[in-house]
């Protein structure tokens, strides 16, 4: 078992963004962008109603794909590593503003 750290979150971090990678996948970001406003997705630099409802529509398909890693943890786990990492996150964020 992995200690909770770095050790641990950047793997969990990496993994899941591999999964979310894979149901995003673009090849060239230009490319992308342009897509996007094409499809009326971005509409002065903001994500249009369309745009927000693609992104919701992401996070739904993210979710579906991820759900049964975390039901396959114990909630009272589930609540402590949520404890713990949001602390990590914000301690992080604190260092990064104070830089």
Do not use: C, F
């Not at 002065?44 to 039901?71: C, F, Y």
Request: proline share 4%; charged share 30%.
């Amino acid at each position: 078992m992995i200690a909770l750290g770095p050790q641990l979150i950047g793997p969990t971090e990496k993994t899941l963004n591999a999964l979310l990678h894979d149901t995003t996948y673009a090849p060239d970001t230009a490319e992308v962008v342009d897509s996007l406003i094409a499809r009326s997705l971005i509409r002065d630099d903001r994500l249009s109603e369309s745009g927000r409802e693609t992104v919701a529509r992401i996070e739904h398909r993210t979710e579906e794909l991820t759900s049964g890693i975390w039901e396959a943890v114990y909630p009272a786990d589930r609540v402590a590593a949520e404890r713990a990492l949001n602390t990590v996150l914000d301690r992080a964020r604190a260092v990064l503003v104070s830089r």
